[in-house]
Protein backbone atom coordinates (compact mmCIF):
# COMPACT_ATOMS: atom_id res chain seq x y z
CA UNK A 1 0.00 0.00 0.00
CA UNK A 2 1.26 3.43 -0.49
CA UNK A 3 0.42 6.72 0.62
CA UNK A 4 -1.06 9.41 -1.78
CA UNK A 5 -1.51 13.59 -0.66
CA UNK A 6 -3.98 15.28 -1.96
CA UNK A 7 -3.17 19.09 -1.77
CA UNK A 8 -5.26 22.31 -2.28
CA UNK A 9 -4.29 22.69 -5.95
CA UNK A 10 -3.42 26.52 -7.14
CA UNK A 11 -6.60 28.16 -8.75
CA UNK A 12 -5.44 31.20 -9.64
CA UNK A 13 -2.96 34.02 -9.11
CA UNK A 14 -4.83 35.96 -6.45
CA UNK A 15 -6.00 33.15 -4.85
CA UNK A 16 -3.91 31.99 -1.80
CA UNK A 17 -6.33 29.93 0.67
CA UNK A 18 -9.51 28.63 0.21
CA UNK A 19 -12.36 27.36 3.26
CA UNK A 20 -13.56 23.80 3.23
CA UNK A 21 -17.18 24.11 2.59
CA UNK A 22 -17.95 20.18 2.56
CA UNK A 23 -16.99 16.95 2.96
CA UNK A 24 -18.21 14.62 0.13
CA UNK A 25 -15.86 11.54 0.96
CA UNK A 26 -15.18 10.52 4.47
CA UNK A 27 -12.49 8.48 6.31
CA UNK A 28 -12.68 4.54 5.09
CA UNK A 29 -14.73 5.33 1.90
CA UNK A 30 -13.71 4.52 -1.66
CA UNK A 31 -12.53 6.88 -4.12
CA UNK A 32 -12.13 6.08 -7.65
CA UNK A 33 -10.07 8.66 -10.34
CA UNK A 34 -11.40 11.95 -10.77
CA UNK A 35 -13.67 11.56 -8.07
CA UNK A 36 -14.78 14.64 -6.26
CA UNK A 37 -13.44 14.43 -2.30
CA UNK A 38 -14.56 17.92 -1.09
CA UNK A 39 -15.88 20.83 -1.83
CA UNK A 40 -13.79 23.99 -1.22
CA UNK A 41 -15.04 27.94 -1.54
CA UNK A 42 -12.73 30.83 -2.07
CA UNK A 43 -13.33 34.93 -1.71
CA UNK A 44 -14.04 34.58 -5.90
CA UNK A 45 -15.51 31.34 -6.79
CA UNK A 46 -16.85 27.70 -5.46
CA UNK A 47 -15.03 24.65 -6.57
CA UNK A 48 -14.48 20.95 -5.78
CA UNK A 49 -11.41 18.92 -5.57
CA UNK A 50 -11.39 15.64 -7.43
CA UNK A 51 -9.21 12.76 -6.49
CA UNK A 52 -6.38 12.09 -8.80
CA UNK A 53 -5.99 8.31 -7.97
CA UNK A 54 -7.90 5.82 -6.36
CA UNK A 55 -8.17 4.39 -2.91
CA UNK A 56 -9.30 4.88 0.12
CA UNK A 57 -9.19 7.94 2.03
CA UNK A 58 -7.91 7.24 5.32
CA UNK A 59 -7.21 10.68 6.83
CA UNK A 60 -8.40 14.11 6.60
CA UNK A 61 -5.82 16.57 7.80
CA UNK A 62 -8.42 19.74 7.74
CA UNK A 63 -12.07 19.78 9.08
CA UNK A 64 -15.06 21.50 7.53
CA UNK A 65 -14.93 25.58 7.58
CA UNK A 66 -11.35 25.04 8.33
CA UNK A 67 -9.30 27.38 6.12
CA UNK A 68 -6.64 25.69 3.78
CA UNK A 69 -3.36 27.24 2.06
CA UNK A 70 -2.63 26.76 -1.59
CA UNK A 71 -0.06 23.37 -1.83
CA UNK A 72 -1.16 22.06 1.52
CA UNK A 73 -1.87 18.66 2.03
CA UNK A 74 -6.21 18.36 2.74
CA UNK A 75 -6.13 14.42 2.74
CA UNK A 76 -4.32 11.19 2.82
CA UNK A 77 -5.07 8.63 0.45
CA UNK A 78 -4.17 5.01 0.09
CA UNK A 79 -3.62 3.35 -2.94
CA UNK A 80 -2.57 -0.15 -4.67
CA UNK A 81 1.00 -0.57 -5.38
CA UNK A 82 0.15 -2.50 -8.04
CA UNK A 83 -2.27 0.10 -9.60
CA UNK A 84 -0.56 1.22 -13.05
CA UNK A 85 -3.06 4.89 -12.35
CA UNK A 86 -2.02 5.14 -8.98
CA UNK A 87 1.77 4.09 -9.65
CA UNK A 88 2.03 6.67 -11.69
CA UNK A 89 0.13 9.20 -10.28
CA UNK A 90 2.55 8.63 -7.13
CA UNK A 91 5.53 9.10 -8.76
CA UNK A 92 4.62 12.24 -10.34
CA UNK A 93 2.66 14.22 -7.29
CA UNK A 94 3.80 12.37 -4.09
CA UNK A 95 7.71 13.21 -2.85
CA UNK A 96 10.24 10.96 -1.34
CA UNK A 97 9.30 12.14 1.73
CA UNK A 98 6.64 9.53 1.87
CA UNK A 99 8.70 6.75 2.31
CA UNK A 100 10.79 8.50 5.02
CA UNK A 101 7.57 9.28 6.75
CA UNK A 102 6.26 5.47 7.34
CA UNK A 103 10.62 4.65 8.05
CA UNK A 104 10.59 7.09 10.82
CA UNK A 105 7.25 5.94 12.28
CA UNK A 106 8.26 2.33 12.74
CA UNK A 107 11.58 3.18 14.04
CA UNK A 108 10.07 6.10 16.74
CA UNK A 109 8.11 2.96 17.51
CA UNK A 110 10.62 0.88 18.35
CA UNK A 111 12.98 3.14 20.36
CA UNK A 112 10.70 5.29 22.16
CA UNK A 113 11.47 4.11 25.92
CA UNK A 114 9.30 6.51 27.97
CA UNK A 115 5.83 7.46 27.24
CA UNK A 116 5.24 11.28 26.76
CA UNK A 117 1.65 13.41 26.09
CA UNK A 118 0.94 13.44 22.34
CA UNK A 119 -0.08 17.14 21.62
CA UNK A 120 -3.35 18.09 21.14
CA UNK A 121 -4.65 20.32 18.15
CA UNK A 122 -6.22 22.71 20.62
CA UNK A 123 -3.37 23.10 23.00
CA UNK A 124 -2.65 26.73 23.91
CA UNK A 125 0.76 27.96 22.71
CA UNK A 126 2.24 30.82 21.66
CA UNK A 127 4.10 28.99 18.49
CA UNK A 128 2.23 28.63 15.42
CA UNK A 129 1.82 25.13 14.16
CA UNK A 130 0.11 24.11 10.58
CA UNK A 131 -2.26 21.04 10.70
CA UNK A 132 0.21 19.16 8.83
CA UNK A 133 2.99 19.53 11.39
CA UNK A 134 0.47 18.33 14.94
CA UNK A 135 -1.09 15.99 12.47
CA UNK A 136 2.86 14.25 12.40
CA UNK A 137 3.77 15.04 16.12
CA UNK A 138 0.16 13.22 16.70
CA UNK A 139 1.11 10.05 14.49
CA UNK A 140 4.59 9.84 16.39
CA UNK A 141 3.75 10.86 19.87
CA UNK A 142 5.83 13.80 20.31
CA UNK A 143 4.60 15.89 22.78
CA UNK A 144 3.98 19.88 23.23
CA UNK A 145 7.32 20.60 25.23
CA UNK A 146 8.99 18.57 22.46
CA UNK A 147 7.43 20.51 19.63
CA UNK A 148 7.78 23.71 20.71
CA UNK A 149 12.06 23.35 21.51
CA UNK A 150 12.15 22.10 17.92
CA UNK A 151 14.23 25.14 15.80
CA UNK A 152 12.30 26.26 13.00
CA UNK A 153 13.46 26.88 9.49
CA UNK A 154 10.64 28.56 7.75
CA UNK A 155 9.38 31.82 8.22
CA UNK A 156 9.23 34.07 11.17
CA UNK A 157 10.88 30.54 12.95
CA UNK A 158 7.97 28.85 12.43
CA UNK A 159 8.49 24.61 12.21
CA UNK A 160 8.06 22.65 9.02
CA UNK A 161 7.60 19.27 7.98
CA UNK A 162 11.01 18.93 7.42
CA UNK A 163 12.24 20.47 10.74
CA UNK A 164 10.14 17.32 12.75
CA UNK A 165 11.70 14.83 10.68
CA UNK A 166 15.41 15.72 11.02
CA UNK A 167 13.97 15.70 14.78
CA UNK A 168 12.40 12.05 14.47
CA UNK A 169 15.79 11.26 12.65
CA UNK A 170 17.81 12.25 15.64
CA UNK A 171 15.19 11.60 18.59
CA UNK A 172 16.10 8.49 19.38
CA UNK A 173 19.57 8.73 20.41
CA UNK A 174 18.32 11.61 22.58
CA UNK A 175 16.14 11.37 25.55
CA UNK A 176 12.76 12.58 25.38
CA UNK A 177 11.57 14.90 27.31
CA UNK A 178 9.07 13.71 29.84
CA UNK A 179 5.86 16.11 30.70
CA UNK A 180 3.59 15.35 33.35
CA UNK A 181 -0.13 15.33 32.98
CA UNK A 182 -1.66 17.98 34.94
CA UNK A 183 -3.69 16.55 37.93
CA UNK A 184 -6.53 19.56 37.61
CA UNK A 185 -7.92 21.24 34.63
CA UNK A 186 -5.65 25.10 34.17
CA UNK A 187 -8.28 27.71 35.03
CA UNK A 188 -7.93 30.68 31.85
CA UNK A 189 -6.08 33.85 32.52
CA UNK A 190 -8.52 36.30 33.30
CA UNK A 191 -8.41 39.19 31.08
CA UNK A 192 -8.87 42.80 32.72
CA UNK A 193 -10.73 45.23 30.57
CA UNK A 194 -8.61 47.73 29.69
CA UNK A 195 -9.05 50.59 32.07
CA UNK A 196 -10.18 54.12 31.11
CA UNK A 197 -8.16 56.41 30.16
CA UNK A 198 -7.85 59.26 33.02
CA UNK A 199 -9.01 62.55 32.32
CA UNK A 200 -7.63 65.67 33.65
CA UNK A 201 -10.08 68.42 34.53
CA UNK A 202 -9.27 72.20 35.45
CA UNK A 203 -11.95 74.72 37.05
CA UNK A 204 -12.84 76.03 33.72
CA UNK A 205 -14.26 72.62 32.35
CA UNK A 206 -17.40 71.80 32.13
CA UNK A 207 -19.10 68.07 32.48
CA UNK A 208 -21.91 67.26 30.67
CA UNK A 209 -24.08 63.90 31.89
CA UNK A 210 -25.15 62.09 28.17
CA UNK A 211 -28.91 61.56 27.79
CA UNK A 212 -30.76 58.65 27.35
CA UNK A 213 -30.78 58.84 23.31
CA UNK A 214 -26.98 60.02 22.96
CA UNK A 215 -26.17 56.98 25.14
CA UNK A 216 -28.48 54.95 23.01
CA UNK A 217 -27.20 56.53 19.77
CA UNK A 218 -23.29 55.76 21.29
CA UNK A 219 -24.06 52.66 21.51
CA UNK A 220 -25.76 51.94 17.61
CA UNK A 221 -22.84 53.34 16.59
CA UNK A 222 -19.71 51.48 18.43
CA UNK A 223 -22.11 48.35 17.70
CA UNK A 224 -22.32 48.79 13.95
CA UNK A 225 -18.95 49.44 13.48
CA UNK A 226 -18.18 45.67 15.61
CA UNK A 227 -20.73 44.58 13.08
CA UNK A 228 -19.93 45.69 9.57
CA UNK A 229 -16.77 45.55 7.86
CA UNK A 230 -16.92 49.29 6.76
CA UNK A 231 -16.04 50.09 2.69
CA UNK A 232 -16.44 53.29 1.41
CA UNK A 233 -17.08 54.32 -2.27
CA UNK A 234 -16.94 58.33 -3.61
CA UNK A 235 -18.30 59.68 -6.50
CA UNK A 236 -18.81 63.44 -7.85
CA UNK A 237 -21.72 64.01 -9.64
CA UNK A 238 -22.80 66.85 -12.02
CA UNK A 239 -26.45 68.23 -10.43
CA UNK A 240 -26.19 71.49 -12.54
CA UNK A 241 -30.27 70.85 -14.28
CA UNK A 242 -31.53 69.60 -10.58
CA UNK A 243 -30.24 73.18 -9.71
CA UNK A 244 -31.44 75.02 -12.62
CA UNK A 245 -34.89 72.87 -12.26
CA UNK A 246 -35.30 73.61 -8.47
CA UNK A 247 -35.09 76.93 -9.06
CA UNK A 248 -37.73 77.29 -11.98
CA UNK A 249 -39.96 75.40 -10.02
CA UNK A 250 -39.61 75.72 -6.07
CA UNK A 251 -42.26 78.76 -6.13
CA UNK A 252 -45.17 77.53 -8.00
CA UNK A 253 -44.63 73.96 -6.49
CA UNK A 254 -45.08 75.99 -2.79
CA UNK A 255 -48.11 78.02 -4.00
CA UNK A 256 -49.63 74.68 -5.25
CA UNK A 257 -48.53 72.14 -2.77
CA UNK A 258 -47.98 74.62 0.02
CA UNK A 259 -44.41 72.67 1.05
CA UNK A 260 -41.31 73.80 -0.04
CA UNK A 261 -39.15 71.64 -2.39
CA UNK A 262 -35.71 71.10 -1.06
CA UNK A 263 -33.08 68.48 -3.18
CA UNK A 264 -33.63 65.88 -0.94
CA UNK A 265 -36.86 64.63 -2.14
CA UNK A 266 -35.04 64.78 -5.58
CA UNK A 267 -32.14 62.77 -4.65
CA UNK A 268 -34.53 60.32 -2.23
CA UNK A 269 -36.39 59.55 -5.64
CA UNK A 270 -32.78 58.68 -7.61
CA UNK A 271 -31.97 56.19 -4.61
CA UNK A 272 -34.72 54.36 -4.91
CA UNK A 273 -35.07 53.90 -8.44
CA UNK A 274 -31.07 52.99 -7.75
CA UNK A 275 -32.44 50.12 -5.24
CA UNK A 276 -34.46 48.37 -7.60
CA UNK A 277 -31.99 48.31 -10.49
CA UNK A 278 -29.94 46.72 -7.53
CA UNK A 279 -31.67 44.56 -4.68
CA UNK A 280 -29.15 43.13 -2.95
CA UNK A 281 -28.58 46.35 -1.87
CA UNK A 282 -32.22 46.63 -0.47
CA UNK A 283 -31.31 43.89 2.10
CA UNK A 284 -30.54 43.14 5.92
CA UNK A 285 -28.08 40.37 7.17
CA UNK A 286 -29.18 38.21 10.30
CA UNK A 287 -26.00 36.27 11.71
CA UNK A 288 -24.72 34.18 8.57
CA UNK A 289 -28.51 34.85 6.64
CA UNK A 290 -28.70 37.14 4.59
CA UNK A 291 -32.68 38.53 4.03
CA UNK A 292 -33.73 40.56 0.67
CA UNK A 293 -36.16 43.23 1.28
CA UNK A 294 -39.26 43.01 -0.57
CA UNK A 295 -40.47 47.16 0.06
CA UNK A 296 -38.03 49.94 -0.73
CA UNK A 297 -37.62 51.87 2.49
CA UNK A 298 -35.80 55.00 2.99
CA UNK A 299 -34.11 55.87 5.93
CA UNK A 300 -34.07 60.16 6.32
CA UNK A 301 -31.56 60.58 8.96
CA UNK A 302 -32.42 63.97 10.78
CA UNK A 303 -30.96 66.24 13.31
CA UNK A 304 -32.89 67.19 16.26
CA UNK A 305 -32.61 70.61 17.72
CA UNK A 306 -30.63 69.01 21.06
CA UNK A 307 -27.77 67.76 18.39
CA UNK A 308 -29.18 64.08 19.10
CA UNK A 309 -29.86 62.37 15.28
CA UNK A 310 -33.20 60.33 14.84
CA UNK A 311 -33.87 58.47 11.58
CA UNK A 312 -37.33 58.39 10.29
CA UNK A 313 -38.26 56.09 7.53
CA UNK A 314 -40.35 56.85 4.10
CA UNK A 315 -42.16 53.44 3.42
CA UNK A 316 -41.84 52.19 -0.03
CA UNK A 317 -40.29 55.14 -1.81
CA UNK A 318 -40.22 53.78 -5.25
CA UNK A 319 -44.06 53.94 -5.51
CA UNK A 320 -43.84 57.98 -4.78
CA UNK A 321 -43.67 60.47 -7.49
CA UNK A 322 -41.50 63.32 -6.64
CA UNK A 323 -44.53 65.07 -5.20
CA UNK A 324 -45.53 63.04 -3.01
CA UNK A 325 -41.86 62.47 -1.99
CA UNK A 326 -41.66 66.05 -1.02
CA UNK A 327 -44.65 65.31 1.20
CA UNK A 328 -43.24 62.53 3.24
CA UNK A 329 -39.79 64.04 3.26
CA UNK A 330 -41.05 67.67 4.79
CA UNK A 331 -43.78 65.48 6.56
CA UNK A 332 -40.93 63.51 8.94
CA UNK A 333 -38.36 66.19 8.63
CA UNK A 334 -40.94 68.53 10.49
CA UNK A 335 -42.29 65.76 12.71
CA UNK A 336 -38.65 65.15 14.12
CA UNK A 337 -38.04 68.52 14.67
CA UNK A 338 -40.63 68.57 17.04
CA UNK A 339 -40.54 65.66 18.15
CA UNK A 340 -43.46 64.27 17.37
CA UNK A 341 -42.73 61.29 15.63
CA UNK A 342 -44.46 58.06 16.10
CA UNK A 343 -42.79 54.71 16.86
CA UNK A 344 -43.63 53.15 14.09
CA UNK A 345 -41.99 56.26 11.66
CA UNK A 346 -38.97 55.09 12.66
CA UNK A 347 -39.25 51.37 12.01
CA UNK A 348 -38.59 48.79 9.09
CA UNK A 349 -36.14 51.31 7.04
CA UNK A 350 -34.02 48.85 4.12
CA UNK A 351 -31.41 51.91 3.44
CA UNK A 352 -30.75 55.23 4.67
CA UNK A 353 -29.48 59.02 3.39
CA UNK A 354 -28.43 61.05 5.53
CA UNK A 355 -27.77 64.92 4.02
CA UNK A 356 -24.32 65.83 5.46
CA UNK A 357 -24.36 68.97 3.07
CA UNK A 358 -26.55 70.61 5.13
CA UNK A 359 -24.04 71.56 7.53
CA UNK A 360 -21.56 72.54 4.84
CA UNK A 361 -19.61 69.13 4.58
CA UNK A 362 -18.63 68.42 0.83
CA UNK A 363 -18.27 64.68 1.94
CA UNK A 364 -18.50 62.18 5.05
CA UNK A 365 -18.21 58.75 5.46
CA UNK A 366 -21.30 57.60 7.66
CA UNK A 367 -22.28 54.20 9.60
CA UNK A 368 -23.99 51.63 8.64
CA UNK A 369 -27.71 51.63 10.25
CA UNK A 370 -27.90 48.16 11.38
CA UNK A 371 -29.02 45.64 10.23
CA UNK A 372 -28.91 47.22 6.81
CA UNK A 373 -25.80 47.10 4.69
CA UNK A 374 -25.52 50.62 3.16
CA UNK A 375 -25.88 54.12 3.61
CA UNK A 376 -25.42 57.15 1.65
CA UNK A 377 -24.11 60.43 2.17
CA UNK A 378 -25.18 63.64 0.30
CA UNK A 379 -22.34 66.13 0.05
CA UNK A 380 -22.78 69.75 0.01
CA UNK A 381 -23.65 71.30 -3.77
CA UNK A 382 -20.75 73.69 -4.73
CA UNK A 383 -19.92 75.74 -7.70
CA UNK A 384 -16.56 74.73 -9.18
CA UNK A 385 -14.42 75.10 -12.68
CA UNK A 386 -15.45 71.88 -14.75
CA UNK A 387 -14.08 70.54 -18.23
CA UNK A 388 -17.51 70.75 -20.24
CA UNK A 389 -17.27 68.71 -23.56
CA UNK A 390 -19.39 69.79 -26.48
CA UNK A 391 -19.28 68.42 -30.17
CA UNK A 392 -17.36 71.55 -30.57
CA UNK A 393 -14.32 71.03 -28.42
CA UNK A 394 -14.36 70.89 -24.31
CA UNK A 395 -14.21 74.23 -22.61
CA UNK A 396 -13.79 75.14 -18.75
CA UNK A 397 -17.42 76.32 -17.46
CA UNK A 398 -19.01 76.87 -13.98
CA UNK A 399 -21.24 73.63 -12.65
CA UNK A 400 -22.76 73.08 -9.35
CA UNK A 401 -21.53 69.23 -8.35
CA UNK A 402 -21.38 67.35 -5.55
CA UNK A 403 -19.90 64.23 -3.66
CA UNK A 404 -22.02 61.11 -2.95
CA UNK A 405 -20.47 59.50 -0.17
CA UNK A 406 -21.31 55.13 -0.25
CA UNK A 407 -20.41 53.29 3.11
CA UNK A 408 -21.47 49.27 2.59
CA UNK A 409 -20.76 46.13 4.53
CA UNK A 410 -18.25 44.40 2.97
CA UNK A 411 -19.51 41.04 4.49
CA UNK A 412 -22.28 40.87 2.02
CA UNK A 413 -21.72 43.83 -0.36
CA UNK A 414 -18.59 43.61 -2.48
CA UNK A 415 -16.67 46.66 -4.27
CA UNK A 416 -18.27 45.95 -7.72
CA UNK A 417 -21.74 46.18 -6.25
CA UNK A 418 -21.27 49.05 -4.10
CA UNK A 419 -19.19 51.33 -6.39
CA UNK A 420 -21.69 50.18 -9.33
CA UNK A 421 -24.89 51.25 -6.88
CA UNK A 422 -23.63 55.06 -6.47
CA UNK A 423 -22.69 55.38 -9.83
CA UNK A 424 -25.98 54.44 -11.07
CA UNK A 425 -27.62 56.91 -8.43
CA UNK A 426 -25.20 59.69 -10.06
CA UNK A 427 -26.40 58.76 -13.52
CA UNK A 428 -29.70 59.00 -12.61
CA UNK A 429 -28.81 62.77 -10.98
CA UNK A 430 -27.17 63.63 -13.81
CA UNK A 431 -29.73 62.69 -16.34
CA UNK A 432 -32.54 64.87 -14.22
CA UNK A 433 -34.73 66.23 -17.32
CA UNK A 434 -34.50 70.20 -16.89
CA UNK A 435 -37.89 70.81 -18.14
CA UNK A 436 -39.29 67.86 -16.45
CA UNK A 437 -43.21 68.58 -15.25
CA UNK A 438 -44.04 68.49 -11.45
Known sequence: MARFELKLPKMGESVAEATITNWLKQVGDKIEVDEVVLEIATDKVDSEIPSEVSGVLVEQLFAKDDMVQVGQTIAIIETEVDSVVATQKQEVVVPVEVDVIEKTIEVAKETLASPTIPIAIGTDTEKFFSPLVKNIAKEEG???????????????????????????????????????????????????????????????????????????????????????????????????????????????????????????PIFMEAV??????????????????????????????????????????????????????????NDLGGRAKLGKLKPDDTQGGTYTVTNVGTFGSVFGTPIINQPQVGILALGAIRKVPAVIETPEGDFIGIRQKMFLSHSYDHRVVDGALGGSFVKRVAEYLEAFDVDRNL
Not at 285 to 306: C, S
Request: proline letters at 5%; glycine letters at 6%.
Open 142 to 264: ISLAELENISGSGKDGRVTKEDVLNYIKTRSAVAPIEVQAPKSVAQPPVISSPQPVTISLNGGDEIIEMDRMRKLIAGYMVASMQTSAHVQSFIEVDVTNIVKWRDKVKTIFEKREGEKLTYT
Open 272 to 329: AKALKDFPMMNISVDGETIIKRKNINLGMAAALPNGNLIVPVIKNADQLNLVGMAKAV
